[in-house]
C-alpha cells in the first residue's frame, strides 16, 4: 500500500464546476505540498500546508492532521485547470523528512 | 529572480554508459533536491543537498549519485545505465524566506537505448 493515496486517479469537469480531489496518508507528517504539473511542462508548486486551510484565488487546499487527510478544491473550474495534481507528503525527521509522493490526479476541464 | 534551471534538458545515452546532469537553484536557496519520474512509478524521491552536505537519500541503488559546490548547483550522476532509467529527472531548490517550499525546474528527459 502507498504511503500516499490520492482519488480520484482522472476527473472530467465542465467549465465552472467546483472540483475536489482527495489525499489519504499513512504516516505522521512535518508538511503536506499539493502540486500542479501541466503534459509536457514543469511542476509547479500550489501549496505547502501542515495545518487548516489556504487559500490562493480560486484554489483553496485543507488538512486534518488527526484523520491524516488533505483536500484540494478549485472553485469556478477553467480549461486552464486541467493538468495532473500531485500531493506530496514530508515526514517527520531523519531519514524520514524527505517527500512521499501520489500517484497524482489527471483533471480535464472541457469548455 | 530566475527560476530553477536544469541542463541538459534531453539527453539520449545507450545502456552501459553513465551520465551528469546539472541544476542551477533559485539564487539564496541552499538545498537542492532530485527526483525521477516515470510513467509507472510516479515521482521519487533521490536525494537531497544541503550546504554541500547530502542530507537525505532515497531508495535507489550505487549508481545514481549527486554532489552540491560551493555555490549550490547541484550535479546528479547515473553509472551504467540501464533501460530502466530513462525518465525525467527533475530537480528542487528550496531555502531562504520560502523555507521548504519547492521551487522545480524544467527536468531532464533522459533516454537510454
Known amino acids: 500500500k502507498n504511503e500516499v493515496e490520492q482519488s480520484p486517479q482522472n476527473l472530467t469537469a465542465q467549465e465552472g464546476e467546483f472540483i475536489t480531489i482527495n489525499c489519504s496518508y499513512s504516516v505522521g507528517i512535518s508538511a503536506l505540498h499539493w502540486l500542479q504539473q501541466h503534459p509536457g511542462g514543469g511542476i509547479v508548486s500550489l501549496f505547502m500546508?501542515?495545518?487548516g486551510k489556504k487559500k490562493h484565488g480560486r484554489l483553496i487546499a485543507t488538512i486534518n492532521i488527526q484523520e491524516k487527510h488533505s483536500s484540494l478544491h478549485i472553485t469556478a473550474s477553467h480549461p486552464r485547470d486541467s493538468a495532473v495534481y500531485i500531493c506530496a507528503v514530508r515526514g517527520l525527521g531523519g531519514s524520514n523528512y524527505k517527500l512521499t509522493f501520489g500517484k497524482g490526479t489527471l483533471l480535464t476541464v472541457n469548455p | 529572480k530566475a527560476g530553477v534551471t536544469q541542463t541538459p534538458r534531453y539527453l539520449i545515452k545507450t545502456r552501459g554508459q553513465q551520465v551528469t546532469l546539472s541544476c542551477s537553484p533559485i539564487?539564496?536557496?541552499?538545498?537542492v533536491s532530485w527526483y525521477q519520474q516515470t510513467p509507472g512509478q510516479g515521482l521519487q524521491f533521490l536525494f537531497e543537498?544541503?550546504?554541500?552536505?547530502?542530507?537525505n537519500k532515497g531508495n535507489f541503488p550505487g549508481r545514481f549519485s549527486g554532489r552540491q559546490f560551493s555555490n549550490s548547483r547541484s550535479e546528479m550522476n547515473v553509472s551504467t545505465l540501464e533501460l530502466g532509467d530513462s525518465a525525467l529527472y527533475l530537480c528542487?531548490?528550496?531555502?531562504?524566506?520560502?523555507?521548504?517550499?519547492?521551487?522545480f525546474g524544467p527536468g531532464t528527459r533522459l533516454t537510454v537505448l
Open positions: 543537498y544541503f550546504s554541500e552536505t547530502q542530507r
Open positions: 539564487s539564496g536557496h541552499r538545498s
Open positions: 500546508l501542515s495545518s
Open positions: 528542487a531548490s528550496s531555502g531562504g524566506t520560502s523555507g521548504n517550499e519547492q521551487f
